[in-house]
């Protein structure tokens, strides 16, 4: 019984190392690769965890750029909203400028306010002409005229929150120059070239064309100090230009 116990042993042995020695070419054409080392481990797991962080970021990315057309044609609208009923009554259309600045004196915190609106709707104005050019590959140039068109927005409109009534003559000129002619000549110049590098159908560019024929007029409006002119060519451009931020919103999102 012990012989056949130590020839079953024996029998098993022999088995053992005929696996092992089918297992040998395998694992020696395994061991030509080089072994990980702890960098590599360490970089395969940053990896692993930065993967998820990283497409969650840019998603979150895209989501929220997703909504600056929609943003932009509300702040807009808030915009020429104020104008007309808050901002209005201290503009060049009232040719008394002592007028002008008692319904500033008597009306401070909203004319603050309005400005405030203005500002935040000339951000994101420039937010839109971004993810308007990221989806049409425009000129990146475009995005740099209108960031100027910003800066000389809101010094305009910085220079008018902070005269109040007191120092509104000295103050009221230029700025209002500064932001009817150059800012808005700014973004006009902008759209226009962005609106060059998209695909549009002939109604979409004819619509398009009377929007920035608009825009051109307001500004020359401004340039020639004609205020009559700025008032109109304000109404019919942000009557077109809020529907077409939500139009090219739902065509290119």
């Given at each position: 019984?012990?012989?056949?116990g130590?020839?079953?042993?024996?029998?098993?042995?022999?088995?053992?190392?005929?696996r092992?020695?089918?297992?040998?070419?395998?694992?020696?054409?395994?061991?030509?690769?080089?072994?990980?080392?702890?960098?590599?481990?360490?970089g395969?797991?940053?990896?692993?965890?930065?993967?998820?962080?990283?497409?969650?970021?840019?998603?979150i990315?895209?989501?929220s750029?997703?909504v600056?057309?929609?943003?932009?044609?509300?702040?807009?609208?808030?915009?020429?909203?104020?104008?007309?009923?808050?901002?209005?009554?201290?503009?060049?259309?009232?040719?008394?400028?002592?007028?002008?600045?008692?319904?500033?004196?008597?009306?401070?915190l909203?004319?603050?306010l309005?400005?405030?609106?203005?500002?935040?709707a000339?951000?994101?104005?420039?937010?839109?002409?971004?993810w308007w050019r990221?989806?049409?590959?425009?000129?990146?140039?475009?995005?740099?005229?209108?960031?100027?068109?910003?800066?000389a927005d809101?010094?305009?409109e910085?220079?008018l929150?902070?005269?109040?009534?007191?120092?509104?003559?000295?103050?009221?000129?230029?700025?209002f120059?500064?932001?009817g002619?150059?800012?808005?000549?700014?973004?006009?110049?902008?759209?226009?070239q962005?609106?060059?590098?998209?695909?549009?159908?002939?109604?979409?560019?004819?619509?398009?064309?009377?929007m920035?024929s608009?825009a051109l007029?307001?500004s020359?409006?401004?340039?020639?100090?004609?205020?009559?002119?700025?008032a109109?060519?304000?109404?019919?451009?942000?009557?077109?230009?809020?529907?077409?931020?939500?139009?090219?919103?739902?065509?290119?999102r």
């Amino acid at each position: 019984r012990r012989c056949g116990g130590c020839a079953h042993a024996c029998a098993r042995a022999r088995g053992g190392r005929e696996r092992l020695a089918r297992r040998r070419p395998d694992e020696e054409g395994r061991t030509e690769v080089p072994a990980d080392s702890g960098e590599q481990h360490d970089g395969h797991e940053h990896g692993r965890a930065d993967g998820p962080r990283a497409r969650h970021a840019h998603s979150i990315a895209l989501q929220s750029a997703a909504v600056a057309p929609l943003v932009c044609a509300s702040l807009n609208l808030l915009a020429a909203l104020v104008m007309a009923f808050v901002i209005a009554p201290a503009t060049p259309l009232v040719p008394e400028i002592a007028e002008r600045e008692r319904y500033i004196r008597e009306h401070l915190l909203p004319w603050r306010l309005a400005w405030l609106t203005w500002m935040a709707a000339g951000a994101s104005l420039l937010w839109f002409y971004s993810w308007w050019r990221a989806r049409v590959r425009g000129p990146k140039v475009a995005l740099a005229i209108a960031a100027v068109g910003l800066v000389a927005d809101w010094s305009a409109e910085i220079a008018l929150i902070a005269s109040g009534a007191d120092g509104y003559r000295s103050v009221a000129p230029a700025a209002f120059f500064l932001t009817g002619a150059i800012a808005n000549g700014l973004y006009t110049f902008a759209g226009i070239q962005l609106t060059l590098a998209t695909p549009l159908g002939v109604r979409a560019r004819a619509y398009a064309a009377f929007m920035w024929s608009a825009a051109l007029m307001l500004s020359l409006g401004a340039a020639i100090a004609q205020p009559l002119v700025v008032a109109i060519a304000t109404a019919e451009l942000f009557a077109l230009f809020c529907p077409w931020c939500v139009w090219l919103w739902l065509r290119l999102r």
